[in-house]
């Protein structure tokens, strides 16, 4: 199928959807319907799905989650709606939108009795361009007038970022800003153009750096999409319209939003399974042999080799490699552990599932294994027949087709940014390492005659204690990823965290473990805050790497433990179904509480103190606090 035949196809099955009133009542289709598209189909669809009502999406599809932008600047941005509601729609979340005044920035940004600040939004969009920082400039103007007007604004952007985190809730996402030719060439004399070069080099470094001063505050960088799109506008409608950024561009920084809403929502994939043949190298093993196939010398071979050390690169920052490959297991293993092209090498992967069984099936196998669901995974596959099997009987994955031609590879595999987070952690670099030890847990479970005889020997230890400044990004990150063992699924940025350790009220936990086989890190967190006489647990999470091995009741018996040491009378805690938390509905029940409240369907517990919890007899704690 070709690009204009796939646009037209999915044009015509919203068009289609829309005349016969469905939109509303097939919402949830539309990510997959949109899963491939790209920017302009992504902005049509856009058009056609911000005539829905959110209330009525949400009367008939109750589970579905809305995401609330506000948007201000200082051009018009009538481009930015379309693509922003599409690309949100393509991540399964429903925009619910704010719309600032024209060239308002600055009175929105700064009032906190605006509009702005009533939407409480999710991200609030500070969508800046050149003119808005150069309009004041004196004519004639020199390169010192321009870095006085830069240095103003980014001292302005400080101020305004400081009062909308204190004021505002939300991400603040700001932009680095293009210098057109249009402000450059005014200067005629080389030095003085070259001065303002790197007066705006200096200003947009700034406000990459406002992103490392502020927990909540984002910059996007418009330089990489500048590169792969068309003109930054049209000059008659930057004059005439003051739209001082194009549809495309518009478009390609919707996408990149919609990158950031899905980090923010804690959809962040962890897993990438790739193919091989094709995929990883040039050749086919079965036909060719290994001597048959390359990653290197040839031209072909080059680009599949630039493809796996892309790859590697990903697995070296907590993403977790995999293979599901159409190949018999032993040739599998053996050209990854020896062939010279090959960058990848069998250590590099979690899970190698070379045999002949359909990948779809594959792919559970996977995530059965590393006890992640598959709506965690990215497949990357050359064959259009694999990738069209996974798409439809895993539509919770992310599928990347790939074609035949492997310069493109690498392009494809980044596009969408599916392994996006805020902050990388020590965790994160050894997080692979951290499941390919469960093999070593797994045979020692396999040579045992019970759990309980397995547990024994496993010689956990868990600690629990305040978190400490250094851990605050990777207990973050935990309640934005974890969402098997995630009583409220509350999802915490990092300022938020702080803002809970700053309140004495507030008692934020780590939780970390080992056993016999080496330092698991830190696996879960506990948050709670005191109310009258009682603690009131506000969530439990736990990373899946480790359930079932006591580390859950022990947590729960120390905080019940600490609560009576206090004085307090009793813990209070609620249960907040997702559609991936099922699992510990009865959790609370499990360790001693009591129905005290709520609904069947988000019951609330409490726990009156009088009966103690043990620790499982099989766990060593260590409590600080």
Not at 337 to 360: C, E, G, Y
Not at 590 to 615: I, K, M, Y
Request: proline share 4%; hydrophobic share 45%.
């Amino acid at each position: 199928m070709t690009i204009a035949t796939h646009e037209a196809t999915v044009r015509e099955r919203l068009r289609t959807l829309a005349a016969a009133g469905e939109l509303a009542a097939r919402y949830p289709e539309i990510p997959q319907i949109l899963a491939t598209a790209g920017p302009e189909e992504i902005a049509a669809a856009g058009r056609q799905l911000s005539r829905l009502k959110p209330e009525e999406v949400i009367a008939l599809h109750p589970g579905t989650d809305t995401f609330t932008v506000a948007v201000t600047g200082s051009s018009t941005l009538g481009g930015l709606l379309p693509a922003l509601t599409g690309e949100l729609a393509r991540h399964g979340l429903l925009l619910r939108p704010w719309v600032g005044d024209f060239d308002g920035w600055i009175t929105e940004l700064q009032d906190t009795d605006s509009e702005l600040y009533q939407a409480k939004a999710d991200l609030t969009l500070c969508v800046l361009d050149a003119a808005a920082v150069l309009r004041s400039l004196p004519t004639p103007w020199q390169a010192a007038d321009a870095a006085a007007a830069t240095a103003a604004t980014l001292a302005q952007l400080d101020r305004l970022a400081a009062h909308y985190l204190e004021h505002g809730t939300g991400t603040l996402v700001l932009n680095t800003v293009p210098l057109l030719r249009g402000w450059t060439h005014q200067l005629v004399d080389l030095a003085s153009r070259a001065q303002l070069g790197i007066t705006w080099r200096e200003f947009n470094a700034g406000l990459l750096k406002l992103a490392a001063k502020y927990d909540r505050v984002a910059v996007l960088d418009l330089e990489p999409l500048l590169a792969e799109s068309g003109p930054v506008n049209d000059p008659r409608l930057a004059v005439y319209a003051k739209a001082e950024y194009g549809d495309e561009l518009l478009g390609r920084y919707a996408r990149e939003v919609g990158h950031l809403a899905r980090t923010v929502k804690g959809r962040t994939k962890k897993v990438l399974v790739v193919d091989l043949d094709n995929t990883l190298w040039d050749g086919i093993l079965g036909d060719d042999g290994a001597d048959g196939i390359a990653a290197a010398v040839t031209f072909r071979g080059e680009a599949f080799g630039r493809f796996q050390q892309v790859v590697k690169q990903i697995g070296s920052q907590g993403v977790l490699l995999a293979v599901s490959s159409k190949n018999d297991q032993e040739p599998v293993v053996d050209v990854l552990t020896s062939h010279p092209d090959m960058v990848l090498r069998a250590a590099d992967f979690v899970r190698i599932n070379a045999n002949w069984q359909p990948k779809d099936a594959n792919l559970q196998d996977i995530a059965q294994r590393l006890n992640l669901g598959v709506d965690s995974f990215v497949f990357a596959d050359d064959s259009s027949f694999e990738t069209g099997l996974v798409a439809s009987s895993l539509p919770s994955v992310a599928v990347i087709r790939l074609d035949e031609e492997p310069a493109l590879h690498v392009a494809k595999l980044l596009a969408d940014n599916w392994f996006d987070v805020r902050e990388l952690t020590a965790e994160d670099r050894a997080r692979a390492g951290l499941y390919r030890s469960e093999e070593a847990r797994q045979t020692l479970l396999e040579s045992t005659g019970s759990m309980e005889e397995y547990l024994a020997q496993l010689e956990v230890v868990v600690d629990l204690s305040p978190v400490q400044e250094h851990e605050i990004a990777r207990l973050a990150q935990l309640t934005l990823r974890t969402n098997q063992f995630n009583l409220t699924t509350e999802r915490l940025q990092v300022a938020d965290v702080r803002e809970r350790l700053a309140d004495d009220s507030h008692l934020v936990l780590a939780v970390r473990t080992a056993d016999r086989f080496g330092d698991q890190g830190l696996v879960g967190g506990v948050f709670a805050h005191t109310e009258g006489d009682a603690l009131a647990i506000d969530n439990v999470i736990l990373s899946c790497r480790v359930f079932s091995r006591g580390i859950e009741q022990t947590a729960i018996a120390t905080v019940l433990a600490e609560a009576a040491r206090r004085g307090l009378r009793r813990v209070t805690a609620s249960y907040r179904p997702t559609k991936k938390n099922h699992k510990v509905r009865e959790f609370y029940p499990s360790v001693g509480f009591a129905r005290a409240g709520g609904t069947d369907e988000e019951p609330d517990f409490a726990h009156d103190l009088a009966e103690r919890l043990e620790v499982p007899g099989h766990v060593r704690v260590a409590a600080r606090f």
